[in-house]
């Protein structure tokens, strides 16, 4: 439960002649992560040619698929499909029939949607000038009058009318976005005027398409029957198409299948040495599952392999991947922890920690019985009804964050923020309490996460066999001395000095941890020049000094931001209460009014609630989070883990035996 799922890691030689078999059940079991193997003296590593030619074709074969389902919209068939055995010849004959048979229809309804789209863009540009039966001859060719088309801005026309006079006629036409349209006409002698009148106003020229022998008012007439021909043509087209889309779905999603698989075995292949006749396959294994697969090879070879399953050692901590696996009720907090990274393969898993921390804090922020029961039921909800696992899983989640949140509104007596019920409470409201007493709590349950989290840090640095990281780390055994020493000294500083041991227990408590801390670098610096390693980025002894003290300061600094930080468990746990408190304030305040001040008051009461539990679920959700990622995490997990992701073959159903 505190640790990855142990792992092995698998190195098999097989004949070449299995290869396809033997890749085909790991891809089925789905057990292996797949690593590219180290060349060795007689093991080579390049994938023969044919085999990165062969990888090529079957990605022009995907991408083919896929344009033909994105032309035809054709859907991913739904129903279990059964794997076929195909060869490539086979393939691009079927696909070239699909090609041909849709092509033709395919570029007429391009070159119509084409054309749909000018004669649209056509008819918009017209269709603010219809019914002036303008002519479209070209209004630069009249010798004795000057016309304009275009739009001004609507605030900007009545004054346009004003100072162009009676020599000029502005007719206006259709408005749109604040835009008004209008048809100017003047004589050549005062066009310049014009021009000038329209600069000034924010005219905005839009000229009209010329045709020779036609109207606006005709054009646009001719381009509306055109669109509708258009429109039924395509009709017929799309149904065309999809009668093709339909009769072929069911071959390419086979074919589809049948090619991403063989696509997935060449590209693993990609990953293997070889020699003319065996074939070394490696990987990581789950200890547990090493026996199945062994089984498995056995079977497929007739027992003409060779295994070998090595446990990880700590040089190679950082290739192994990380499997996590919990009980249902924990994998939705291993939601969380993967969202902020996983742990490395020795690392401490917390996904427990977090658990426990996630939803006690959560519930002391929100709590209120009544809110609790409505994340309950809807955490309920989506655990029953959800249709995905993750929903399922997030379902769990809130469910557990609900009940927390009755829990502790059971603790502060509140139900829905009611007055009457808060005599019920077990402790005190939190707006009722001496804030202090609450702000302690909150600081106490911050103590206890960071101590957690230095005994973790502890505990990894040992299993990598880090003894100076494990001792001196700021986060270390000097580190929970002087975290615990402090904390001791300020509780319990009066009794401590009445005895007379103040100057002991500050040697022992901040000197004796500030001293390690500014020895650890130097100690390292020292050591890895014995052992002849390279020293990158420091300045000698002295510079390693000089970084211990930096990160000794760093180290108080972050104890006392940390432990603080925690404080703002109260700070929500009282504003949540301050909010339904002034949704109470303010329906009590309109239920006086004269009109309906009783049913006011009650949607004043619903809304206050139905706030608090949205805002105030989603600040309390992402406040808990932020403790656990920065206080929390920062002391112990790195998050740099690589996921285990087996070589999996993509499913479509039954499979077929060759």
């Given at each position: 439960?505190?640790?990855?799922?142990?792992?092995?890691?698998?190195?098999?030689?097989?004949?070449?002649?299995?290869?396809?078999?033997?890749?085909?059940?790991?891809?089925?079991?789905?057990?292996?992560?797949?690593?590219?193997?180290?060349?060795?003296?007689?093991?080579?590593?390049?994938?023969?040619?044919?085999?990165?030619?062969?990888?090529?074709?079957?990605?022009?074969?995907?991408?083919?698929?896929?344009?033909?389902?994105?032309?035809?919209?054709?859907?991913?068939?739904?129903?279990?499909?059964?794997?076929?055995?195909?060869?490539?010849?086979?393939?691009?004959?079927?696909?070239?029939?699909?090609?041909?048979?849709?092509?033709?229809?395919?570029?007429?309804?391009?070159?119509?949607?084409?054309?749909?789209?000018?004669?649209s863009a056509t008819l918009e540009r017209i269709n603010s000038y219809c019914g002036f039966d303008i002519p479209l001859t070209g209004l630069d060719q009249f010798s004795f009058l000057h016309?304009?088309?275009?739009?001004?801005?609507?605030?900007?026309?009545?004054?346009?009318?004003?100072?162009?006079?009676?020599?000029?006629?502005?007719?206006?036409?259709?408005?749109?976005?604040?835009?008004?349209?209008?048809?100017?006409?003047?004589?050549?002698?005062?066009?310049?005027?014009?021009?000038?009148?329209?600069?000034?106003?924010?005219?905005?020229?839009?000229?009209?398409?010329?045709?020779?022998?036609?109207?606006?008012?005709?054009?646009?007439?001719?381009?509306?029957?055109?669109?509708?021909?258009?429109?039924?043509?395509?009709?017929?087209?799309?149904?065309?198409?999809?009668?093709?889309?339909?009769?072929?779905?069911?071959?390419?999603?086979?074919?589809?299948?049948?090619?991403?698989?063989?696509?997935?075995?060449?590209?693993?292949?990609?990953?293997?040495?070889?020699?003319?006749?065996?074939?070394?396959?490696?990987?990581?294994?789950?200890?547990?599952?090493?026996?199945?697969?062994?089984?498995?090879?056995?079977?497929?070879?007739?027992?003409?392999?060779?295994?070998?399953?090595?446990?990880?050692?700590?040089?190679?901590?950082?290739?192994?991947?990380?499997?996590?696996?919990?009980?249902?009720?924990?994998?939705?907090?291993?939601?969380?922890?993967?969202?902020?990274?996983?742990?490395?393969?020795?690392?401490?898993?917390?996904?427990?920690?977090?658990?426990?921390?996630?939803?006690?804090?959560?519930?002391?922020?929100?709590?209120?019985?009544?809110?609790?029961?409505?994340?309950?039921?809807?955490?309920?909800?989506?655990?029953?009804?959800?249709?995905?696992?993750?929903?399922?899983?997030?379902?769990?989640?809130?469910?557990?964050?609900?009940?927390?949140?009755?829990?502790?509104?059971?603790?502060?007596?509140?139900?829905?923020?009611?007055?009457?019920?808060?005599?019920?409470?077990?402790?005190?409201?939190?707006?009722?309490?001496?804030?202090?007493?609450?702000?302690?709590?909150?600081?106490?349950?911050?103590?206890?996460?960071?101590?957690?989290?230095?005994?973790?840090?502890?505990?990894?640095?040992?299993?990598?066999?880090?003894?100076?990281?494990?001792?001196?780390?700021?986060?270390?055994?000097?580190?929970?001395?002087?975290?615990?020493?402090?904390?001791?000294?300020?509780?319990?500083?009066?009794?401590?000095?009445?005895?007379?041991?103040?100057g002991v227990s500050i040697i022992f408590f901040l000197i004796v941890p500030l001293v390690g801390w500014s020895l650890k670098e130097p100690i390292e610096h020292f050591l890895k020049r014995?052992?002849?390693?390279?020293?990158?980025?420091?300045?000698?002894?002295?510079?390693?000094?000089?970084?211990?003290?930096?990160?000794?300061?760093?180290?108080?600094?972050?104890?006392?931001?940390?432990?603080?930080?925690?404080?703002?468990?109260?700070?929500?746990?009282?504003?949540?209460?301050?909010?339904?408190?002034?949704?109470?304030?303010?329906?009590?305040?309109?239920?006086?009014?004269?009109?309906?001040?009783?049913?006011?008051?009650?949607?004043?009461?619903?809304?206050?609630?139905?706030?608090?539990?949205?805002?105030?679920?989603?600040?309390?959700?992402?406040?808990?989070?932020?403790?656990?990622?920065?206080?929390?995490?920062?002391?112990?997990?790195?998050?740099?883990?690589?996921?285990?992701?087996?070589?999996?073959?993509?499913?479509?159903?039954?499979?077929?035996?060759?």
């Amino acid at each position: 439960m505190f640790k990855a799922v142990p792992m092995v890691h698998l190195q098999t030689i097989i004949l070449a002649q299995d290869e396809r078999d033997v890749l085909r059940d790991l891809g089925e079991l789905g057990a292996v992560h797949l690593t590219r193997a180290e060349s060795g003296t007689d093991m080579v590593s390049p994938t023969p040619a044919e085999r990165v030619s062969e990888l090529a074709r079957y990605e022009l074969i995907r991408s083919r698929i896929q344009e033909l389902r994105k032309s035809l919209e054709i859907p991913s068939v739904v129903k279990e499909i059964e794997l076929k055995e195909m060869s490539l010849e086979d393939i691009e004959v079927n696909l070239r029939l699909v090609e041909e048979k849709s092509s033709v229809l395919l570029e007429r309804r391009q070159h119509l949607l084409q054309r749909q789209k000018e004669l649209s863009a056509t008819l918009e540009r017209i269709n603010s000038y219809c019914g002036f039966d303008i002519p479209l001859t070209g209004l630069d060719q009249f010798s004795f009058l000057h016309f304009v088309t275009g739009n001004v801005p609507q605030q900007n026309f009545e004054s346009l009318v004003k100072e162009a006079g009676e020599n000029v006629a502005l007719i206006p036409l259709s408005q749109q976005e604040k835009q008004q349209a209008i048809f100017a006409i003047t004589t050549r002698e005062k066009w310049p005027l014009l021009e000038k009148l329209l600069q000034q106003a924010g005219f905005q020229h839009e000229a009209l398409p010329v045709v020779e022998g036609t109207t606006v008012d005709r054009l646009s007439e001719e381009t509306e029957k055109e669109l509708k021909e258009l429109s039924t043509e395509l009709e017929v087209l799309n149904g065309m198409l999809k009668t093709i889309g339909a009769e072929y779905a069911l071959p390419l999603s086979e074919i589809e299948l049948f090619v991403d698989r063989e696509y997935q075995l060449l590209d693993a292949s990609q990953k293997f040495s070889r020699t003319d006749t065996t074939v070394m396959i490696t990987g990581w294994i789950p200890a547990g599952d090493i026996a199945v697969l062994e089984r498995h090879i056995k079977e497929i070879t007739k027992g003409r392999y060779i295994l070998n399953a090595a446990v990880p050692d700590a040089s190679i901590e950082e290739q192994v991947p990380v499997l996590l696996k919990h009980p249902r009720l924990l994998r939705p907090f291993e939601m969380l922890v993967s969202a902020y990274g996983l742990p490395t393969y020795r690392e401490m898993e917390p996904t427990l920690f977090v658990a426990l921390s996630y939803i006690v804090m959560f519930g002391m922020m929100f709590g209120d019985t009544g809110h609790g029961f409505v994340l309950a039921l809807c955490g309920a909800l989506a655990l029953t009804l959800g249709s995905s696992q993750k929903a399922r899983d997030s379902g769990v989640l809130i469910l557990f964050a609900g009940i927390a949140s009755m829990i502790f509104g059971m603790v502060y007596g509140s139900y829905f923020g009611i007055e009457a019920l808060k005599r019920y409470a077990i402790w005190h409201d939190p707006l009722e309490c001496d804030p202090m007493r609450l702000m302690y709590g909150a600081i106490g349950i911050g103590i206890i996460m960071i101590s957690i989290g230095l005994i973790l840090n502890v505990i990894n640095h040992f299993q990598r066999g880090d003894i100076i990281g494990a001792l001196l780390d700021k986060f270390g055994l000097v580190g929970i001395l002087f975290y615990w020493g402090t904390l001791i000294l300020l509780i319990k500083g009066t009794a401590i000095k009445s005895r007379e041991l103040m100057g002991v227990s500050i040697i022992f408590f901040l000197i004796v941890p500030l001293v390690g801390w500014s020895l650890k670098e130097p100690i390292e610096h020292f050591l890895k020049r014995k052992k002849g390693e390279e020293m990158h980025g420091r300045g000698g002894l002295l510079g390693a000094f000089m970084e211990s003290c930096v990160e000794a300061f760093e180290a108080i600094l972050s104890y006392l931001a940390n432990t603080i930080s925690f404080v703002r468990l109260a700070a929500y746990a009282m504003s949540h209460a301050a909010l339904l408190f002034a949704a109470f304030m303010l329906a009590h305040v309109v239920k006086d009014f004269p009109y309906g001040g009783s049913i006011w008051s009650l949607l004043i009461i619903i809304s206050g609630n139905l706030i608090a539990i949205v805002l105030e679920g989603i600040i309390a959700s992402v406040q808990a989070l932020r403790l656990e990622y920065y206080e929390f995490f920062g002391k112990f997990f790195s998050g740099n883990g690589r996921p285990f992701e087996p070589f999996r073959l993509a499913q479509g159903g039954n499979k077929s035996t060759q």
